[in-house]
């Protein structure tokens, strides 16, 4: 079933309920500036990690190298002897292993040398000659080089070797559609505004090959301090403006240009800004208190504190990735004869459509559709949930309530995680938009609310299994859901997201007291 049609298929069994018990949804943000919008509605593609695309490319030069020297084995070395000698194929592996290994000594795995051609080459062309002298020199002294044909080793070499540089123009033609695209830029912007700013920015700008982008600056100083330019970098805004304009745009590093010295200044933005999904550091370029080396990481040349990182990037986002496009796959296989059951026994039960779409809070606050089966009658539809379903709602259909208690209704959102991809397996449940304690929105219930939106939001979480699910009619349900979020999202591992999901059966067995 393509993506396409599985969309067509939902948004048509949402339709008719989606219409008539819809209400108008106002959302809450923050006025940019115009300098902000700009760079706001500039196009952006999608970001490609420099990690996880060197591993790719580490695995395509060892299979590469084996398939040729298998290849040469087999169509030169098979024929001349009438039989198959395992010493051939795992000298192959051996090399092709060797090169990788002599590849990454010779620091070529980077995806700034990707792009350019004459020191990739080179230092590809002496590590290459360097792993056939060695292996050349071990076959020797281990008395094997009389087994091995000369002719299919020179073939090997020459062959592999052009193989290699095929690969590297095409891999540096991609390279460089990717970079012209944006996709391996690092957005970043600068807080402050000032001469250390402005010092940052052409530090950075100054660096050959380098990957980051200053989107530019933002300051909350209005006086003779703060630059409205900073080496060509604009002013955006106010620090209480970052994290509307990274909701709004794609940003990968916010970089404080402060000094370490104005510790106060630095941990009342860092408490605005940690529940971004992006990495935020401290710059050391201007600081005169150095600590040892491996306390630094590097912008190119420019010293750097790390402060908080993006959870689950690169080989991890891969990872999870995998496990909820496969583990899910086969969950919604198998719960098909249950979901068509369910779907039956929702239409008989009360008129009106069989599956039910809410807006809800996906990832960096990102407004999705969720979808459900429908457990209320079809006029009494909530979907922006302005009024929290409570033990014995009347607006709950029979069939709703044991649906409702089992988590039954949640089970279409394997659709999102399938082919929508805007919700994972496991993670933070989504919220609905307008969720409330009382009178008062979530994020105004709980500091760092939004902290649980820096990663995708789950089918099932730690919060969940845990028993705190359904009705949050105090302030302690929606503090504990965030507080075990935020535990899942620090202590996040594929084997973790094993272990809630194999445990979320139990758990809706056995701690299901606050669903309704």
């Known amino acids: 079933m393509e993506p396409l049609n599985a969309r067509s298929m939902l948004d048509a069994a949402t339709s008719a309920a989606a219409k008539p018990a ?21 196009k952006v593609a999608r970001a490609y990690s420099p990690v996880v695309i060197a591993g790719f490319v580490r695995l395509a030069d060892f299979v590469l190298l084996s398939l040729v020297g298998i290849a040469l084995y087999v169509g030169y070395v098979m024929p001349l002897s009438g039989a198959f000698s395992w010493i051939y194929p795992a000298e192959v592996v051996a090399v092709a292993g ?34 056939f002298l060695l292996f050349i020199g071990i076959s020797f002294f281990a008395k094997y080089g009389s087994e091995i044909s000369r002719l299919w080793l020179a073939a090997f070499y020459f062959l592999g070797l052009a193989a290699l540089i095929a690969e590297r123009l095409v891999l540096r033609a991609l390279v460089r559609g990717w970079a ?20 940052l920015v052409e530090a950075l700008k100054a660096q050959e090959d380098s990957d980051i982008h200053v989107l530019g600056v933002f300051d909350d100083r209005n006086d003779s301090r703060a630059l409205d330019a900073c080496a060509g970098a604009r002013k955006l805004g106010k620090v209480d403006d970052i994290v509307e304009f990274a909701r709004r745009t794609r940003v990968d590093l916010v970089l404080f240009a402060l000094p370490i010295s104005a510790e106060t200044r630095i941990l009342e933005m860092l408490k605005k800004l940690w529940v971004l999904p992006v990495d935020i550091r401290l710059s050391a370029h201007t600081n005169k208190l150095r600590f040892r080396p491996r306390s630094y990481s590097y912008l190119g040349e420019v010293p750097t504190l790390d402060v908080f990182e993006a959870p689950i990037t690169d080989w991890d986002l891969v990872m ?7 583990v899910g796959s086969l969950a919604l296989l198998a719960a098909l004869p249950v979901m068509g059951l369910v779907a039956l026994a929702v239409k008989l039960d009360s008129p009106g459509p069989v599956l039910f779409r809410q807006k809800r809070f996906g990832f960096n606050n990102e407004r999705i559709d969720v979808y459900k ?44 995680v399938v082919f929508s991809g805007n919700l994972s397996l496991v993670g933070p449940r989504p919220h609905a938009v ?12 709980v500091d760092g609310y939004f902290a649980r939106h820096r990663v995708k939001p789950g089918i099932t979480g730690w919060a969940q299994i845990n028993g705190w699910r359904g009705e949050i009619d105090n302030e302690e349900k929606i503090q504990k859901r965030v507080e075990f979020d935020l535990y899942y999202i620090e202590n996040w591992s594929v084997l973790f997201d094993l272990y809630i999901l194999l445990k979320t059966p139990i758990s809706l067995l056995t701690k299901n007291e606050n669903a309704y």
């Open 22 to 42: 819809d209400q108008p949804f106002v959302e809450r943000r923050r006025r940019l500036s115009p300098a902000a919008l700009d760079v706001v509605n500039q």
């Open 98 to 131: 060797a090169a990788v290994v002599c590849f990454q000594a010779a620091d070529i795995y980077q995806v700034q040398l990707f792009r350019g051609q004459l020191r990739q080459m080179t230092r590809m062309i002496s590590s290459w000659s360097f792993v």
């Open 180 to 199: 012209r695209q944006g996709r391996l830029d690092r957005r970043t912007i600068i807080v402050g505004s000032d001469s250390n700013g402005e010092q």
């Open 320 to 326: 999870k990735w995998l496990f909820d496009r496969v």
């Open 373 to 416: 089966f429908r457990s209320m009658y079809h006029h009494q539809a909530d979907p922006t949930a302005s009024k929290v379903v409570t033990k014995n709602d009347s607006r709950v259909t029979r069939v709703g309530r044991f649906i409702r208690k089992t988590s039954l209704d949640e089970l279409p959102q394997l659709f999102n």
């Open 434 to 445: 307008q969720g409330k304690l009382q009178s008062r929105l979530f994020d105004e219930a």
